[in-house]
């Protein structure tokens, strides 16, 4: 039994998911596995966003599995793209190119030029046009500059002038077709024809011709590419070239479950195409209907979406109340079930430790980079959901490079989905789902991707404004040089500690300490040294105290130190005593050129509620300064 890996981007668009039938239908009839590697970073989106979704394919180790398929055209970051591809070809894994010959790579192909020339020609020699117009594809698609080669290449052989004002550059969109003609019409140059390099473009320009009182044949001829949907669903239908994806991604599969790695490797298969010659051009179409089994299909659409709609704005709507990611669990497993499928899995990565490196980089003149520490295979990922045949089930961290635990795994004949969960740059885990109708209605899919990510880039900004907020707070209420509580902190800690002591029926203490001869040590050593003897006395007081005492920084020199004990108990002379071992002990291992001393007086009260603390501190410190005298006379 083999494992494929799919790369691919844009499954939202027909022809992706034409080519993911045709894999689909292979698994079912010779079983297998396959993982398709997915996101949505198609050409339209920015590249803060390919980024973040691109990542995804950072998780595919190409050494699990006995092929790749790599529809490359598709990576439309040049820099993913040779970044993906170079990955490939080092593993050594037999890989297939799809629609691009790449070296040490089989490839499978359409002949776009040899298509695209027989389009051309019948609009010259079937229909009479000497004036065609040219829509062309992105600029960095093969395919698209095979297709606009033979435009230049068929005119050229037919005697007709290229005309660089009847060229445009579009990319794919229905929109690039309206902007063309609203530019045809406003330059008063509209062409006997206008030949898209894909029917989406085609559709756009049919719309807009419409709007503008023309007819589409009988006035103008406008032509597409690839037989998507759209094409046979429009008003006329229009004249394109149908490219079996399906049949692409078929035999992908077939040859690498069938051939050998060197057989692979010096793969090189085109697919037929076959030209429809349909009512834009003006041809009679096959299949003439009047629209109604269209309306019928449109209907089941719309409810289907509706539904699955309906559904996930329950699910979004749970997501914005949340306030961690694991509150996402429970909505989330109330809408799997509905997908009707087998398997369904969601890993993250350490969240809290990325909103904690955000606080970390809060102030910092350079932004916080998620690309030194995105390196997916090292990072560890946990599973809070696995979906399995209708059971729930969570696992903790996963092993460095896994996707999957193996208990998940078991099943090798499968077909899965491998989404990434990001916003923008920033990359939250991945989503695994199991081939289900969910699948084959991309545009939900995406929406799904896309909202979840904006709900965990959502909660992790609430928890990286709370951890600032607990910074800012941290910084206000601790001294700066010793880490201890400053006046501030210890007014908080202190009010505590009184209603701890009424409530317990205990004592509180307060202990005042003064450093002995801080000023002679700046004078004579520099403040560099003095800021060392506060640092080595306030850790004696840290080391000292119990986890439940408070030490504060009252002063220059001067430190408090605040806990409770019971009636007869001597906790502070406890507590004094170990600070005076442990300032001996600084002297014995430092042997500066000075003694490291301190003073230290406390004073005890019973009575907390009818006390003033400031009181209590400046009795203590009275004890304390009667200890220096003494110290000095002696």
């Known amino acids: 039994m083999k494992k494929i890996a799919v790369v691919l981007c844009g499954m939202e668009y027909s022809n992706q998911q034409e080519l993911v039938q045709g894999m689909i239908q292979y698994q079912s009839e010779h079983g297998g596995s396959i993982h398709v590697f997915h996101c949505s970073g198609d050409h339209l989106q920015t590249g803060d966003y390919k980024r973040g979704a691109f990542k995804i394919f950072d998780l595919?180790?190409?050494?699990?599995?006995?092929g790749i398929i790599l529809a490359r055209e598709t990576l439309h970051e040049k820099e993913m793209q040779k970044r993906v591809v170079e990955r490939l070809q080092e593993s050594g894994v037999p890989v297939i190119s799809l629609?691009?010959?790449?070296?040490?790579?089989?490839?499978?192909?359409?002949?776009?030029y040899h298509a695209m020339s027989q389009m051309v020609r019948h609009v010259i020699c079937e229909h009479g046009a000497r004036k065609l117009a040219y829509i062309d594809g992105p600029k960095e698609y093969s395919d698209a500059a095979k297709r606009a080669q033979a435009y230049r290449d068929v005119?050229?052989?037919e005697g007709i002038p290229f005309d660089s004002h009847w060229f445009f550059r579009g990319d794919y969109s229905v929109e690039a077709g309206i902007y063309v003609v609203s530019e045809l019409d406003r330059m008063h140059r509209i062409p006997e024809a206008i030949i898209c390099a894909n029917d989406c473009m085609a559709a756009g320009a049919i719309m807009e011709l419409q709007n503008r009182?023309?007819?589409?044949?009988?006035?103008?001829?406008?032509?597409?590419?690839?037989?998507?949907?759209?094409?046979?669903?429009?008003?006329?239908?229009?004249?394109?070239?149908?490219?079996?994806?399906?049949?692409?991604?078929?035999?992908?599969c077939e040859y690498l479950m069938t051939k050998t790695a060197k057989e692979i490797q010096e793969l090189c298969v085109q697919i037929p195409t076959t030209q429809i010659y349909s009512e834009s051009c003006g041809c009679e179409s096959e299949g003439r209907d009047d629209g109604r089994e269209l309306k019928r299909r449109l209907i089941r659409q719309t409810a289907k979406t509706k539904d699955y709609q309906k559904r996930m704005n329950e699910v979004f709507n749970s997501f914005m109340k949340s306030q961690k990611v694991k509150d996402f669990i429970q909505p989330v497993k109330e809408f799997v079930p509905g997908?009707?499928?087998?398997?369904?899995?969601?890993a993250f990565r350490d969240t809290d430790a990325f909103a904690r490196r955000m606080v970390r980089s809060y102030g910092e003149k350079e932004p916080l980079q998620d690309a030194a520490w995105n390196e997916a295979e090292k990072e560890r990922y946990r599973l809070p959901i696995a979906y399995e045949k209708g059971v729930f089930s969570s696992y903790g961290e996963l092993e460095p490079g896994m996707l999957l635990p193996k208990e998940c795994t078991a099943d090798e004949n499968v077909v899965s989905f491998v989404m990434p969960i990001h916003y923008q740059e920033h990359f939250f885990g991945y989503c695994i789902i199991g081939y289900c109708d969910m699948v084959t209605e991309a545009d939900l899919i995406k929406q799904w991707m896309l909202e979840l990510g904006n709900a965990v880039e959502s909660v992790l900004k609430k928890q990286i404004l709370q951890n600032i907020t607990e910074k800012l707070d941290r910084m206000s209420a601790f001294d700066g040089l010793t880490g201890l509580y400053n006046r501030v902190g210890f007014q908080?800690?202190?009010?505590?500690?009184?209603?701890?002591?009424?409530?317990?029926?205990?004592?509180?203490?307060?202990?005042?300490?003064?450093?002995?001869?801080?000023?002679?040590?700046?004078?004579?050593?520099?403040?560099?040294?003095?800021?060392?003897?506060?640092?080595?006395?306030?850790e004696c007081l840290r080391k000292a105290s119990r986890e439940e005492e408070v030490c504060m920084r009252f002063g220059g020199d001067e430190f408090i130190v605040l806990g409770l004990e019971n009636v007869a108990d001597g906790r502070h002379l406890e507590f004094e005593q170990e600070f005076q071992n442990h300032i001996r002990q600084v002297?014995?291992?430092?042997?500066?050129?000075?003694?490291?001393?301190?003073?230290?007086?406390?004073?005890?009260?019973?009575?907390?509620?009818?006390?003033?603390?400031?009181?209590?501190?400046?009795?203590a410190d009275m004890e304390m300064y009667l200890r220096k005298k003494k110290k000095k006379r002696g």
């Open 60 to 66: 595919l180790n190409p050494k699990d599995y006995d």
């Open 213 to 252: 009182g023309y007819r589409v044949p009988e006035d103008i001829i406008v032509t597409g590419f690839d037989n998507v949907p759209v094409a046979k669903d429009n008003s006329p239908k229009i004249t394109t070239v149908d490219c079996a994806r399906k049949t692409m991604g078929y035999r992908a």
């Open 587 to 619: 002297n014995e291992s430092q042997k500066r050129e000075y003694p490291v001393s301190a003073s230290i007086g406390s004073y005890t009260i019973d009575d907390v509620e009818h006390t003033n603390l400031q009181i209590v501190i400046e009795r």
């Open 492 to 538: 908080i800690q202190a009010d505590k500690y009184k209603m701890y002591a009424k409530s317990s029926g205990r004592s509180l203490y307060i202990s005042f300490i003064d450093i002995d001869g801080l000023k002679k040590v700046n004078d004579t050593y520099g403040h560099h040294e003095g800021d060392w003897l506060i640092k080595a006395i306030a």
């Open 155 to 157: 005119l050229e052989e």
């Open 339 to 346: 997908l009707g499928t087998e398997c369904f899995y969601i």
């Open 99 to 112: 629609g691009a010959k790449t070296e040490g790579m089989g490839c499978i192909e359409f002949d776009d």
